[in-house]
Nanobody
Framework: QVQLVESGGGLVQAGGSLRLSCAASTRTFSTYVMAWFRQAPGKEREFVARHIRDGGSTEYSPSVKGRFTISRDDAKNMVYLQMNSLKPEDTAIYYC??????????WGQGTQVTVSS
């Protein structure tokens, strides 16, 4: 069982930045693919970014590529999402997820990000 706790959400003006953090409680953190998803009001949950392992490959949704950066620190069991040049359409609940390629079994409770225009 893996518990994930997100933090760092909030209200920011368009063009601003936020850094989300996700703390994982597991002794095998380095074996998991870590990812961020988001869900906007009235929309389905969508993929944002994923990180295969510390020092490994990353992947981004086209809507955030070049603006968001996912990183992880396996020594601290942490994954981060640096969000720059935020847009109102980035407003959503952001979720941290852990799993294996193609399947994310564990999810956090989410953190709200609101971008005002």
């Amino acid at each position: 069982q893996v518990q994930l706790v997100e933090s760092g959400g909030g209200l920011v003006q368009a063009g601003g930045s936020l850094r989300l953090s996700c703390a994982a409680s597991t002794r095998t953190f380095s074996t998991y693919v870590m990812a961020w998803f988001r869900q906007a009001p009235g929309k389905e949950r969508e993929f944002v970014a994923r990180h295969i392992r510390d020092g490994g490959s990353t992947e981004y949704s086209p809507s955030v590529k070049g603006r968001f950066t996912i990183s992880r620190d396996d020594a601290k069991n942490m994954v981060y999402l640096q969000m720059n040049s935020l847009k109102p359409e980035d407003t959503a609940i952001y979720y941290c997820a852990a799993g294996v390629p193609g399947t994310f079994k564990y999810w956090g409770q989410g953190t709200q990000v609101t971008v005002s225009s």
